[in-house]
């Protein structure tokens, strides 16, 4: 489903639980944020159809993070399209073996204790979750840079879900793009609003939690998260929503 102009030229689009964020310069080239899994391969042509963009108008593909439901299209972009992979340098590895992820909880014991995560979980298997192909990124995200890409958003590394994670500011825009350092659904407990994202799936909660004041301090208007809904009301309110949630 494609959500047009969540923010000013960005659009988001989601499937199975997860967001990708399409983020649009005056001259019609494109940033994609985060790859899906791979039923989301047809859902974004669709989506460039419907923007009046072609595929060789995606300039650069820029990973959050790579869990295996931020990579599932990203080896088929570079590898049809020569889109340039953008992820920080302790997400390299975690790129090439997506199934390769630290996490501090036991992720079998989730669907027993939140049996309503199950179709969630479900609906990710079912696009894909168990086939993602790694990929091998080809650009290192640094903290504090602006990329040259279109939207030329500001790269915050903000570790914890994963230890190279980073959110994307676009100042000019009002918009934060969150990925998985701050979510509205979590899809291992089916809990919504804003937190950070179970131990099933997250390396350290405690430094997630410490990372919010890095998000926070960026004062945006508009927060979108990797999974869940677009939070309009402030990253500061955000961050105190997520403080109150705690870790699961």
Same mark, same amino acid.
């Not at 990797?226 to 939070?231: D, L, N, V, Y």
């Given at each position: 489903?494609l959500?047009?102009?969540?923010?000013?030229g960005?659009?988001?689009?989601?499937?199975?639980?997860?967001?990708?964020?399409l983020i649009e310069?005056d001259?019609?080239?494109?940033?994609?944020?985060?790859a899906g899994?791979?039923?989301?391969?047809?859902?974004?042509g669709q989506?460039?159809?419907?923007?009046?963009?072609?595929?060789?108008d995606?300039?650069a593909?820029v990973?959050t993070?790579?869990?295996?439901?931020h990579?599932g299209v990203?080896?088929?972009l570079q590898?049809?399209?020569?889109?340039p992979?953008w992820?920080?340098?302790?997400?390299?590895?975690?790129?090439?073996?997506?199934y390769?992820?630290?996490h501090?909880?036991m992720? !079998?014991?989730?669907?027993?204790?939140?049996p309503? /995560?199950a179709?969630? &979980?479900?609906?990710?298997?079912?696009? @894909? %979750?168990? *086939?993602v192909?790694?990929v091998?990124a080809?650009r290192?995200?640094?903290?504090?840079?602006t990329?040259?890409v279109?939207g030329r958003p500001?790269v915050?590394?903000?570790?914890?879900?994963?230890y190279?994670?980073?959110?994307?500011?676009?100042?000019?825009?009002?918009?934060?793009?969150?990925?998985?350092?701050?979510?509205t659904l979590?899809?291992?407990?089916a809990?919504t609003?804003?937190?950070?994202?179970? !131990?099933?799936?997250?390396?350290?909660?405690a430094? /997630?939690?410490?990372? &919010?004041?890095l998000?926070?301090?960026? @004062? %945006?208007? *508009?927060?979108?998260p990797?999974?869940?809904?677009?939070?309009l009301?402030?990253i500061g309110?955000?961050?105190?929503?997520?403080r109150?949630?705690?870790p699961?």
């Open positions: 489903m959500e047009r102009d969540v923010g000013k960005v659009h988001r689009l989601e499937h199975a639980y997860v967001n990708c964020y310069d001259d019609g080239r494109l940033t994609v944020v985060d899994l791979p039923a989301f391969w047809p859902l974004l989506a460039l159809q419907e923007l009046g963009r072609r595929p060789g995606v300039a593909l990973l993070h790579a869990h295996f439901d990579v990203a080896r088929r590898e049809r399209l020569g889109v992979v992820a920080h340098e302790k997400e390299q590895y975690l790129a090439a073996h997506p390769h992820y630290a501090e909880n992720r !079998g014991i989730y669907p027993l204790r939140y309503r /995560a179709r969630i &979980l479900g609906a990710m298997t079912w696009a @894909g %979750a168990l *086939t192909k790694g091998s080809t290192s995200l640094e903290d504090g840079a990329l040259d279109p500001r915050i590394l903000s570790p914890g879900h994963t190279g994670h980073c959110a994307l500011h676009l100042p000019d825009r009002d918009v934060l793009i969150t990925g998985d350092a701050l979510v979590d899809p291992y407990t809990h609003g804003p937190r950070i994202i179970a !131990g099933a799936a997250t390396a350290d909660s430094m /997630a939690l410490e990372s &919010l004041d998000l926070a301090a960026t @004062g %945006a208007g *508009t927060v979108l990797g999974h869940g809904e677009p939070w009301e402030g309110s955000a961050v105190v929503a997520a109150a949630a705690g699961s």
